[in-house]
Nanobody, 118 residues
Framework: VQLQASGGGLVQAGGSLRLSCAVSISFHSLNRMGWYRQAPGKQRELVAVITDGGPTNYGDSVKGRFTVSRDDRKNTINLQMNSLKPEDTAVYYC?????????????WGQGTQVTVRG
């Protein structure tokens, strides 16, 4: 499974960015898919994740500002980020996991930098 993220960049506080992640297999072969981020000196954290046939969950710090969606025709996972804050600055990773007979297998994209200037 391959994930290819795009759409990062530099934006002023209060602005918007849209990230997209192309996934090489059908979403119905995956359990969860979504976005995570890692700021310098911090652990990777959940931004937003969709469970196939289940709920969508957001990290507390992005609720009401970010929206995750999936496009089943294009096999992309998208993250619309509005009202960006300097503390949103991080490398954003798209990730997915797959349930197998041997347990859960994780997949990660290469990461895309988002920088928000205050």
């Amino acid at each position: 499974v391959q994930l290819q993220a795009s759409g990062g960049g530099l934006v002023q506080a209060g602005g918007s960015l849209r990230l997209s992640c192309a996934v090489s297999i059908s979403f119905h072969s995956l359990n969860r898919m979504g976005w995570y981020r890692q700021a310098p000196g911090k652990q990777r954290e959940l931004v937003a994740v969709i469970t196939d046939g289940g709920p969508t969950n957001y990290g507390d710090s992005v609720k009401g500002r970010f929206t995750v969606s999936r496009d089943d025709r294009k096999n992309t996972i998208n993250l619309q980020m509005n009202s960006l804050k300097p503390e949103d600055t991080a490398v954003y990773y798209c990730g997915a996991d797959q349930l197998t007979a041997w347990g859960t297998r994780d997949y990660w994209g290469q990461g895309t930098q988002v920088t928000v200037r205050g």
